[in-house]
């Protein structure tokens, strides 16, 4: 999802575990067709299990930079990354010594934070209330970004639209654009390791106040799904300019912006491989089992279930093919 990297860069990586995405991000920027120069990688990662896995993807990753002609600085910061970055963004960035990122690339953790938590503490010293970590590890890594840093997190969908996220909204959405999002509706599959019982996202970012003319919204149901559905908005529809909550509107199926074939050319398709459509009564039958097809993995959340049946509902009725029954 990056756009080219060039020059001498500087990458953030809080949370980074065993560093595969920091990894897979190097491997990409040597890829490209004007590699990097120089590349200094700063990890953070308190979990001790994680820090041998993690040294040893940096010297792998340093030994594959120079055998690439790029030079390669990797830090591993055994610390508290939104500690580290509340005390940075509280004063001036740049007097402090802190040099901002080109890039940040980020699978946070998840779980939500108490009000008289140490966590809790250290957002109010930039000026954010938030209830939950992962969108505290958000905020910081943006608030350590360049202008025109790029900035690619996977993350739970909830910050979209959940009340408790809207002073979140506010904060990052002042400062950081939206320009792709993907979303894995399968809400137990991207995060399969984890408790994260909800639809997820990928958004890549970009730390400028221009809003662009549109942004690309993709979905699939899981990342196994190799044939994602996509298409442009305008950025207007994703984020209301004259919405004081920031709501941040993800729709990526929506059918009633897609291309059907024409009735004939579905008769002539049907000719060709030797079947016929189906009587209306059939197509009726196969209308209603698709739409409660569409609820999947929300059967467990009936009011979901009700708001999916009521898209399809709306889009294929849209469509010419709901008939209403008497």
């Known amino acids: 999802m990056f756009t080219p990297l060039t020059g001498e860069i500087r990458l953030l990586d809080p949370g980074a575990g065993l560093g595969m995405l920091s990894a897979a991000l190097v491997a990409s920027l040597l890829a490209q067709d004007t590699p990097p120069t120089a590349i200094t990688l700063t990890t953070y990662e308190i979990d001790e299990a994680m820090l041998p896995g993690l040294n040893q993807m940096l010297a792998d990753v340093a030994d594959v930079c120079s055998r690439a002609g790029v030079t390669f600085v990797g830090e591993l910061r055994n610390e508290d990354f939104l500690e580290a970055s509340a005390a940075a963004m509280s004063g001036d960035l740049f007097a402090a010594g802190v040099e901002p990122y080109d890039a940040v690339i980020l699978n946070p953790p998840y779980r939500k934070i108490n009000v008289d938590s140490k966590e809790r503490e250290l957002c109010r010293r930039i000026g954010l209330e938030t209830s939950n970590i992962y969108t505290a ?26 009340t408790y996220f809207r002073p979140f909204r506010e904060w990052f959405t002042a400062s950081m654009i939206f320009n792709r999002m993907h979303v894995y ?21 970009i730390k400028t106040t221009d809003r662009p003319a549109e942004v690309i919204i993709t979905s699939s149901a899981d990342p196994s799904d190799l044939d994602p559905l996509y298409r442009k908005v305008p950025y207007d529809e994703l984020i209301n300019p004259d919405d004081p909550a920031a709501v941040i509107h993800i729709v990526a199926g929506d059918l009633r912006r897609l291309r059907y074939p024409s009735l004939e050319q579905l008769r002539r398709l049907g000719e060709r491989i030797g079947e016929t459509l189906h009587d209306q009564r059939q197509l009726d039958r196969i209308i209603s089992e698709e739409l409660f097809a569409v609820s999947g993995d929300d059967q467990t959340d009936p009011i979901r279930v009700r708001e999916r049946i009521g898209e399809a509902t709306e889009a294929l009725r849209a469509l010419g093919l709901f008939r209403e029954r008497s």
């Open 185 to 205: 509706e399968s809400r137990n599959r991207a995060f399969s390791d984890d408790a994260v019982l909800q639809e997820n996202v990928i958004f890549h970012a």
């Open 137 to 162: 590890f958000l905020a910081m890594a943006a608030g350590l970004l360049r202008d025109g840093g790029q900035m690619v997190a996977i993350v739970p969908r909830s910050f979209a639209n959940g």
